[in-house]
Structure formats: C-alpha cells, structure tokens
C-alpha cells in the first residue's frame, strides 16, 4: 500500500517562491506516476501537475506551466513541486496523488490516480 504524505505549504507574499513536497512509502515507488492537484474554497480539484515514474516526462496546465515545476528524486522517495512568481489565485490546498505506471502517459484527471495525501495549504494573500 503506496503511502503519499505533502509537505512544504505556508504563507507566501505574492512574487514569492515555494517548494512543496510528496514523499512516498511502501511499493516501488519509483514505478509510479505522480501527479499534483489543487482545491480552492468552493472550486472544483484542478490538476497542475504530473511527472512519469523515471522523472522524463512531464505534464503542466496552460495556466501554470510557466511558474510551476515539477521533478522527482526516486532516491528520496520524493516528488517535489517547485512554485515561483505566487499569484493570490493560487491559494488553496494542494495534494499529491500516485498511481502505478511505468509508461509515459500522465494521468490529468482525479479518478485516474489510486493514491492521494491530506494536502498541503498553500496562501499567497492579495
């Protein structure tokens, strides 16, 4: 049983930089793909990113892409989502999914992933 728990959220001015983290246990995490969502008060989830198993491929929403980063350290065990330029817009709680993969295709949707976190807030006030 993949066990995925994120960390590094906090209170950023905006213009700032944070890095938040997943880190997994238990199967071969290095087979599974990782993927980063976000939930705002009163929005629906949203995906804003997604990294393969080996860290080769990587998947970002048009609205993100430019500021967010995703990689992975499958020595660590550890998926990191690197956020520069915070926006107030990117308020809300971030979570952290797995799913077994060993292909290059990248989940973009909830359903899709088997594993999920308790989240992380992240708050860039206006």
């Known amino acids: 049983q993949v066990q995925v728990v994120e960390s590094g959220g906090g209170l950023v001015e905006a213009g700032g930089s944070l890095r938040l983290s997943c880190a997994a246990s238990?199967?071969?995490?290095?087979?599974?793909?990782v993927g980063w969502f976000r939930q705002a008060p009163g929005k629906e989830r949203e995906f804003v990113a997604a990294?393969?198993?080996?860290?080769?491929?990587?998947s970002y929403p048009n609205s993100v892409k430019d500021r967010f980063t995703i990689s992975r350290d499958n020595a660590k065990n550890t998926v990191y989502l690197q956020i520069d330029g915070l926006k107030p817009e990117d308020t809300a709680v971030y979570f952290c999914a797995a799913k077994y993969s060993r292909s290059t295709y990248l989940p973009q949707r909830g359903y899709e992933y088997n594993y999920w976190g308790q989240g992380t807030q992240v708050t860039s006030p206006q």
């Open positions: 238990g199967g071969i995490v290095r087979s599974y793909a």
């Open positions: 990294i393969n198993w080996s860290g080769g491929v990587t």
